[in-house]
């Protein structure tokens, strides 16, 4: 079984859209977050969420609104889609007593 | 704040030679460190990761790294490149607690020549 399952994992979408990515850990895991990784590879936290609490939240356009329903999810809601938000997204999360972080594999956006 | 940067974004070694990848951190506390691997079209993987306990540190699939806090240095090594270890590597840094926010280098596309 897939611990931490993003959907979808390839989107193809217009400039001005509005879209979501779903995510999902199997883990018990009480904290979970997005990253996003640019075309030069780098990975930069967006957001983080304990127990469906709010707890980091770095400079993100506000276009981008992350949602947890529950513990086991955090979904990511993006508006009027722009051309730089073309990147990786990945979900992961964490137990927050630990500090490994487990990585879904990954959602490709391409906005055109 | 905290940084990392990771030496040479591409790195060949023929099969069977030792893998040497680069990482040095910047950071205002004692640091955690991570070592992550990137197959094609995939997640990110937990290699391996250092927590102030031994400063050596073993990882999966025969990876190790060696926290020197002297040099700020958390570099990745393996005696002997195999194929299947191409892929893209990361090195991280978190300074918190629970290590719940990383901080990413730029990763280092490894090669291997048969």
């Known amino acids: 079984d897939t611990a931490v399952s993003q959907t979808p994992k390839y989107l193809v979408t217009q400039m001005g859209n509005d879209k979501s990515i779903k995510c999902e850990q199997n883990l018990g895991h009480d904290t979970m977050y997005w990253y996003k990784q640019d075309s030069k590879k780098f990975l930069k936290i967006m957001f983080s969420y304990n127990n469906k609490e709010l707890i980091i939240n770095e400079t993100v356009p506000n276009r981008f609104s992350p949602k947890s329903p529950d513990k086991a999810h955090l979904n990511l809601h993006i508006n009027s889609l722009e051309l730089g938000d073309s990147a990786v997204y990945f979900c992961?999360?964490?137990?927050?007593?630990?500090?490994?972080?487990?990585f879904g594999e990954g959602s490709w956006l391409t906005v055109v | 704040a905290q940084s990392v940067t990771q030496l040479g974004s591409h790195v060949s070694v023929s099969e069977g030679a030792l893998v040497l990848l680069r990482c040095n951190y910047s950071?205002?506390?004692?640091?955690?460190l991570f070592w992550y691997v990137q197959y094609p079209n995939q997640g990110l993987q937990l290699l391996l990761k250092?927590?102030?306990?031994?400063?050596l540190v073993k990882g999966i699939n025969g990876f190790e790294a060696e926290f020197k806090k002297s040099e700020t240095s958390f570099h990745l090594t393996k005696p002997s490149a195999h194929m299947s270890d191409a892929a893209e590597y990361f090195c991280?840094?978190?300074?918190?607690?629970?290590?719940?926010?990383?901080?990413f280098g730029g990763g280092t596309r490894l090669m291997v020549k048969p």
């Open positions: 950071s205002s506390v004692p640091p955690y």
């Open positions: 992961a999360s964490s137990q927050s007593v630990g500090n490994t972080i487990y």
């Open positions: 250092y927590t102030s306990a031994a400063t």
């Open positions: 991280a840094v978190s300074e918190d607690n629970a290590g719940n926010m990383l901080t």
